[in-house]
């Protein structure tokens, strides 16, 4: 299987993935595919839990019904899928997270 290949088959249309998977192919052009799999694969796999716990901790935070308001909004923002709307979801994440370190500690 070719590189290029392995990209199609990787990122199935969606091109968020192939865009990331075609850079990273251009930059690694001196590895082999193998070799740049197992770094993605290093890089990707130990964080993956922590992005997961977070995620976790965002939709905990904005379950309760004392923020259906706000968690109405992001449901809002998140069907725009444009610049400003993502950066208005990140202020309801981050504020989550800040909430739910306060709780925590």
Same mark, same amino acid.
Do not use: W
């Given at each position: 299987?070719?590189?290029?290949?392995?990209?199609?088959?990787?990122?199935?249309?969606?091109?968020?993935?192939?865009?990331?998977?075609?850079?990273?192919?251009?930059?690694?052009k001196d590895f082999t595919t193998e070799e740049l799999a197992a770094h993605l694969f290093a890089a990707v796999v130990p964080t993956a839990a922590h992005f997961s716990q977070i995620i976790a901790h965002v939709v905990n935070f904005y379950i309760d019904s004392d923020k259906r308001k706000e968690r109405e909004e992001i449901v809002?923002?998140?069907?725009?899928?444009?610049? !400003?709307?993502?950066?208005?979801?990140?202020?309801?994440?981050? !504020?989550?997270?800040?909430?739910?370190?306060?709780?925590?500690?």
């Open positions: 299987m070719t590189p290029v290949e392995v990209l199609h088959h990787i990122a199935i249309e969606n091109r968020d993935s192939h865009k990331f998977l075609t850079r990273v192919l251009r930059a690694g809002k923002l998140a069907s725009i899928r444009d610049k !400003e709307a993502v950066a208005k979801i990140m202020v309801y994440v981050r !504020e989550a997270l800040r909430e739910s370190c306060q709780r925590i500690y």
